[in-house]
T-cell receptor, first 112, second 112 residues
Framework: AQKITQTQPGMFVQEKEAVTLDCTYD???????LFWYKQPSSGEMIFLIY??????QNATEGRYSLNFQKARKSANLVISASQLGDSAMYFC?????????FGQGTRLTINP | DGGITQSPKYLFRKEGQNVTLSCEQN?????MYWYRQDPGQGLRLIYY???????QKGDIAEGYSVSREKKESFPLTVTSAQKNPTAFYLC???????????FGSGTRLTVV
C-alpha cells in the first residue's frame, strides 16, 4: 500500500528564515511522482513542486526546493527566506499510479 | 481563463437528503477526481474518472456516487447513506500522462 507520512503537525518559523517540512513515503512501485501543495485558509490547493522518482537532481522552483533522498524514501520541502504569506497548510503527496495519495499535512506559521 | 469551477462554495443539507456537488473544467483534461478533506486532515480520494462514461472507486467511495457523461463535467452526489458527510470537497483534473493536477476551489458541505 502507498502511504505518505508528515510527522510535523505544526511549525513556527521567524520571517526570513529557511524552513524544512518533512515527508516520508512508502511504495513498492519503481515509478512514482512526489508533490508538494500549499493550502491557504481559503481552501484552494496550490501546486508548489514536483519530483519524479527517476529524476537525478533535486527539483527547485524559486524559493522552493525538494530534498529527495530515494534510499531513505524522503522528500522534504525546503522553503528559503520565508515570508509572512507562506503561512498555510502544506501537503506532501505521491502518485504511484493514477491517483494522488496525500499526507496529513503540516501547518506552517511564519512569525514577523 | 481555463480552470475548474466548483459550485456552490457552501452547501447546507438536511440529514437524509441527497445533494449533488458540481465540478466543471474547461481545460480539456481527460481525468477528473473527487477528494474529501476533514478538518486538519489530508485529502482522501472518493472517485476518479479517466475517460467519459467510465469511473473508479477511490478509498472512501461508500455513500457517494458520480457520473461522467461529458468530458468537462464530473458531478458528485452525496447520498443519505454517507454517515458523516460534513466536509470540504475538492475536485481536480489532469491530462492523462502528465503530472500536473489542477484543483478547484472546493465546496464546503455542512449537514444540519
Amino acid at each position: 500500500a502507498q502511504k505518505i507520512t508528515q510527522t510535523q503537525p505544526g511549525m513556527f518559523v521567524q520571517e526570513k528564515e529557511a524552513v524544512t517540512l518533512d515527508c516520508t513515503y512508502d511504495t513498492s512501485d519503481p515509478s512514482y511522482g512526489l508533490f508538494w501543495y500549499k493550502q491557504p485558509s481559503s481552501g484552494e490547493m496550490i501546486f508548489l513542486i514536483y519530483q519524479g522518482s527517476y529524476d537525478q537532481q533535486n527539483a527547485t522552483e524559486g524559493r522552493y526546493s525538494l530534498n529527495f533522498q530515494k534510499a531513505r524514501k524522503s522528500a522534504n520541502l525546503v522553503i528559503s527566506a520565508s515570508q509572512l504569506g507562506d503561512s498555510a497548510m502544506y501537503f506532501c503527496a505521491m502518485r504511484p499510479a493514477q491517483k494522488l495519495v496525500f499526507g496529513q499535512g503540516t501547518r506552517l506559521t511564519i512569525n514577523p | 481563463d481555463g480552470g475548474i469551477t466548483q459550485s456552490p462554495k457552501y452547501l447546507f443539507r438536511k440529514e437524509g437528503q441527497n445533494v449533488t456537488l458540481s465540478c466543471e473544467q474547461n481545460l480539456n483534461h481527460d481525468a477528473m477526481y473527487w477528494y474529501r478533506q476533514d478538518p486538519g486532515q489530508g485529502l482522501r480520494l472518493i472517485y476518479y474518472s479517466q475517460i467519459v462514461n467510465d469511473f473508479q472507486k477511490g478509498d472512501i467511495a461508500e455513500g457517494y456516487s458520480v457520473s461522467r457523461e461529458k468530458k468537462e463535467s464530473f458531478p458528485l452526489t452525496v447520498t443519505s447513506a454517507q454517515k458523516n458527510p460534513t466536509a470540504f470537497y475538492l475536485c481536480a483534473s489532469r491530462v492523462v500522462g502528465s503530472y500536473g493536477y489542477t484543483f478547484g476551489s472546493g465546496t464546503r458541505l455542512t449537514v444540519v
